[in-house]
Antibody, heavy 123, light 111 residues
Framework: EVQLVESGGALVQPGGSLRLSCAASGFTFSSYWMHWVRQAPGKGLVWVSRINEDGTGTRYADSVKGRFTISRDNAKNTVYLQMNSLRAEDTAVYYC????????????????WGQGTLVTVSS | QSVLTQPPSASGTPGQRVTISCSGS????????VNWYQHLPGTAPKLLIYSNNQRPSGVPDRFSGSKSGTSASLAISGLQSEDEADYYCAAWDDGLNGLYVFGTGTKVTVL
């Protein structure tokens, strides 16, 4: 069974840093891109970042580019999101997600999600 | 600010059919497949439709998706009370240096 478990969410002051983790199990982690998606209170879903299978390719939403860094440790089956220079608008539930694959091919839809971890940026 | 536009709300009575639109551009919907998600507060989003019109196993056939040009739509037939949720379309956007974009979201209310 595929499982994604996020951790690391906390209350942090503006300008502070935080590292989120997403521990994966139930699938060959090193074979999949991984994504982070967030939802601010009362707002919609927003894609944050993605990383390719071996960690050599990353992309970021404009709102976090230069402040957030996604990485992965395939030996630990874990993807990370290092968040620096945090702002109030980064307050959100952060989810990690994996695409849906069936019959040997993968779609662009995220079928596996973690339960989310809450990041609150406030003084 | 999302590049995929959805109506903020939609509603219907039990048993009715509800359709949600998603308007994009040539760089996202026009050149990539569309996915649809259902999101209930306090839970993880659920993939309803992938690759424009495919349902993952376990998703009822009451949910269907379609795409034409730079727009897509999700239809819910035989509306049920448990369908009351937020719905989001999503797609890759080639014009944004390879970023994934969600729609603005539509709140479906079962009257």
């Amino acid at each position: 069974e595929v499982q994604l478990v996020e951790s690391g969410g906390a209350l942090v002051q503006p300008g502070g840093s935080l590292r989120l983790s997403c521990a994966a199990s139930g699938f060959t982690f090193s074979s999949y891109w991984m994504h982070w998606v967030r939802q601010a209170p009362g707002k919609g879903l927003v894609w944050v970042s993605r990383i390719n299978e071996d960690g050599t390719g990353t992309r970021y939403a404009d709102s976090v580019k230069g402040r957030f860094t996604i990485s992965r440790d395939n030996a630990k089956n874990t993807v990370y999101l290092q968040m620096n220079s945090l702002r109030a608008e980064d307050t959100a539930v952060y989810y990690c997600a994996r695409v849906y694959c069936s019959g040997g091919s993968c779609s662009s839809g995220f079928n596996y999600w973690g339960q989310g971890t809450l990041v609150t940026v406030s003084s | 600010q999302s590049v995929l536009t959805q109506p903020p709300s939609a509603s219907g009575t039990p048993g009715q059919r509800v359709t949600i639109s998603c308007s994009g551009s040539s760089s996202n919907i026009g050149s990539n497949t569309v996915n649809w998600y259902q999101h209930l507060p306090g839970t993880a989003p659920k993939l309803l439709i992938y690759s424009n019109n495919q349902r993952p196993s376990g998703v009822p056939d009451r949910f269907s998706g379609s795409k034409s040009g730079t727009s897509a739509s999700l239809a819910i037939s035989g509306l049920q009370s448990e369908d009351e949720a937020d719905y989001y379309c999503a797609a890759w956007d080639d014009g944004l240096n390879g970023l994934y974009v969600f729609g603005t979201g539509t709140k479906v209310t079962v009257l």
